[in-house]
T-cell receptor, first 115, second 114 residues
Framework: DARVTQTPRDKVTEMGQEVTMRCQPI?????VFWYRQTMMQGLELLAY????????DSGMPKDRFSAEMPDATLATLKIQPSEPRDSAVYFC?????????????FGEGSRLTVL | AQSVTQPDIHITVSEGASLELRCNYS??????LFWYVQSPGQGLQLLLK??????LVQGIKGFEAEFKRSQSSFNLRKPSVHWSDAAEYFC????????????FGKGTRLHILP
C-alpha cells in the first residue's frame, strides 16, 4: 500500500535547536509539497518541488527554514534555529504531477513543539 | 494567484440530516477544485475533484460537489450524514498554469449530533 512516510511523528525541542523533518514520497510521484498546519492559520504552503527542483518556497521564512530534495525518495524540511512560533504540524504530500494535478497524498504529519 | 474561502469554521448537523459545506474561490480562470477530509491526528484524504466537464462531481463516502462558475463556488454536499463523517473538511484550489500549486482553505470542522 503506497503511502507518504514522515519522520519524526512527534518532536519536542527547545528554542534555538535545529529541527529536521523528513519525508519519503510515494514512488513515482514527481511533486512534493510541505504544508504547515496551525489552528490560527490553517494549512499554509511552505514549499514545493517538481522533479526535485524547488518551484516555490515563498511561504517559508527564509532566514530559518530550508527545504531540499537530495534524491527522489527523500525530502527534508529544516528549521535552524527553531522558535516557539514554529510549533505546528508539518505535512508532506506528494502527487503524480501535472497529469493529475492536485491529487495529493498526505503523510500523517510531524507534530513539532518548540519550548 | 488563487485563493479559497470557507466561511464556516464549525458546522453541526444531526445524524441523518443533509449537509452542505461552503467554498468560494478566487482565480482568474477556471481552476482545479478539490475537497479533502482530515480525521483527527491524520493527514488529508481526497474526497473529490473537479477538472472540467460535468459540474456536479461525485466523490467517495457519498459526497458530491457542484462547481458554479457564476458564484465562484464549489460547495460540498451529502444527503444524509453519518457519525463517522465528523472531521475537518478542506476545500482547495489549483491553478491551470502547470505550476502545480495547491492552496487550501482554512477548513470547516463538522460535528455530528446523535
Amino acid at each position: 500500500d503506497a503511502r507518504v512516510t514522515q519522520t519524526p511523528r512527534d518532536k519536542v525541542t527547545e528554542m534555538g535547536q535545529e529541527v529536521t523533518m523528513r519525508c519519503q514520497p510515494i514512488l513515482g510521484h514527481n511533486t512534493v509539497f510541505w504544508y504547515r498546519q496551525t489552528m490560527m492559520q490553517g494549512l499554509e504552503l511552505l514549499a514545493y518541488f517538481r522533479n526535485r527542483a524547488p518551484l516555490d518556497d515563498s511561504g517559508m521564512p527564509k532566514d530559518r527554514f530550508s527545504a531540499e530534495m537530495p534524491d527522489a525518495t527523500l525530502a527534508t524540511l529544516k528549521i535552524q534555529p527553531s522558535e516557539p512560533r514554529d510549533s505546528a504540524v508539518y505535512f508532506c504530500a506528494s502527487g503524480p504531477g501535472t497529469s493529475e494535478v492536485g491529487e495529493l497524498f498526505f503523510g500523517e504529519g510531524s507534530r513539532l513543539t518548540v519550548l | 494567484a488563487q485563493s479559497v474561502t470557507q466561511p464556516d469554521i464549525h458546522i453541526t448537523v444531526s445524524e441523518g440530516a443533509s449537509l452542505e459545506l461552503r467554498c468560494n474561490y478566487s482565480y482568474g480562470a477556471t481552476p482545479y477544485l478539490f475537497w479533502y477530509v482530515q480525521s483527527p491526528g491524520q493527514g488529508l484524504q481526497l474526497l473529490l475533484k473537479y477538472f472540467s466537464g460535468d459540474t456536479l462531481v461525485q466523490g467517495i463516502k457519498g459526497f458530491e460537489a457542484e462547481f458554479k462558475r457564476s458564484q465562484s463556488s464549489f460547495n460540498l454536499r451529502k444527503p444524509s450524514v453519518h457519525w463517522s463523517d465528523a472531521a475537518e473538511y478542506f476545500c482547495a484550489v489549483g491553478a491551470r498554469n502547470r505550476d502545480d500549486k495547491i492552496i487550501f482553505g482554512k477548513g470547516t470542522r463538522l460535528h455530528i449530533l446523535p
